[in-house]
């Protein structure tokens, strides 16, 4: 009994929050977008969701019921569709309905951690955004009017505004702000507060809107841009991911660990050849069984990964302890980031923010994102796991902890101690290693751990201001095993 009672004890200190990050969710519905979004729903606990918007992209849009032919200005789907009324819509109720699953998984979901939000809290934050076309953005829509609203209030707190499909919805709450302010004279610092507190992470353009409105109108918004590094955990993933990491993402893991015998919300993932087919997208023929060999995007078994293109977007928010929710460049689960030529407010995935792949022997974009990947399937499918199991069933993360820091200084030539600490809520050992991250700050520092204890030998040609980042990975021996890490910036002086 005291065993049990000190295993308590330990696991809520190890899931105590403090402030999370705030977020609203905007979706086009695609496939991937329900994967991500139950995924998102697993995670919900790591951060404040504050909104879930339906809303358009160049790939699924509503129409606006009087026939009226829309051209893409997107110039790949203006040639693949050419003039549509309507394109691949799935309809504003897939939210609704996968939230009616998470009602049922809930109560099993708050035994492993209690800030999970409740399935009518989440409920009251659905809105229906701009849909009828790609990019339309006139009209005043319920969703952008919720958008505009938590912009506005009194919390300081940015709002990290997530574009899994376009970013017109946000744009008409950005342009509803700018129509109702702009002739005011404390125009200047209402844009600057919402500068401050909006961040955009995109995944690709969708539509053109933030290229024809957002950057002109509000330049000081932060964008986190992810045209590349989303590509590894999307539709062409067996291309691009390490042959090392497919394995997570295969039939035989995700069947198994993820999606059968997990519960009502997993159960209405989608993945290749469950026969599952979603309303509205006459394209989304991923799941009959006779058209997964020699697909698309290669050949396919049943239960194999479809794509999660939008997932890095929320990914970014879960503090695993790598430090980057506000250092894009820093890199973590939702990707790395190099700011932009001349613009500091936009932070790209391009060829600066490339990591070296061990497996190619080359920098590649993608491996920012693939590096962490099957720690992130693991992570996964213990939260799979909380949909049916009981805390003592199941596995939790562990915590690692470097007495020192999370951001010391050094001088060119020092050897500095670093002492780590771990602890686990399931009496599970941690095994740790270290590993400098050279792309992450301006070069490599030599590392070396002995017993919880890390050795770091700094250059002795670096100069002043330049930083070296080391990463402590502690993973536990429960299943799935779990990952958790502490990134240390050594600056030097």
Known sequence: MKKIFFLLLVSAS??????????????????????????????????????LVYSSSMWHYKGDGKGTKFTSEMEMTRTMYGPKTDLRWPGVNWIQDLLKAYAQVHPNLILHDKNYPSPVYLNSLVKVGNIDFEGEMEQVTEGSEWIRMKLLDNDPEPIYLQAWGGTNTIARALKSIEEQYSGEKNWASIKDKISKKAIIYTVMDQDATLKNYITGHWPQIR??????????????????????????????Y?????????GPLLKMYYSYGDGQKQAGDDEHIHGDPTKIKNAQWGSFSPYDFISEGDSPAFLHLVDVGLNNLNNPSFGGWG?????????????????????????????????????????????FAARADWCVKSFKEANHAPQITVKEGMNVSAKAGAILT?????????????????WPYPEAGIGKADVTLVEGRISVKIPATAKIGDTFHVVVEGTDTGSPALTRYRRVVITLI
Do not use: C
């Open 223 to 252: 964008v986190f841009y992810n045209a590349h590094q989303f590509g590894s955990f999307a539709y062409p993933w067996k291309r691009i991911m390490p042959k090392a990491t497919q394995p997570y993402f295969e039939g035989t």
């Open 418 to 434: 670093l002492q780590v600490t771990s602890r686990d809520p399931d009496g599970n050992e941690v095994k740790l290693k270290v």
């Open 254 to 262: 995700m069947g198994p660990k993820i999606i059968q015998n997990h």
């Open 14 to 51: 190890l899931f105590a929050k403090g402030p999370l990050p705030r977020t609203i969710v905007t979706t086009d519905g695609e496939i991937d977008d329900v994967d991500t979004f139950i995924r998102m729903l697993l995670y919900s606990n790591e951060y404040q969701v504050e909104g």
């Open 335 to 379: 990707g790395r980031f190099a700011i932009a030529e001349g613009n500091p407010y936009r932070f790209e995935d391009n060829e600066k923010a490339a990591d070296f792949n061990p497996e190619t022997g080359k920098l590649d974009i993608s491996y920012s994102q693939t590096r962490w990947l099957i720690a992130a399937q693991e992570d």
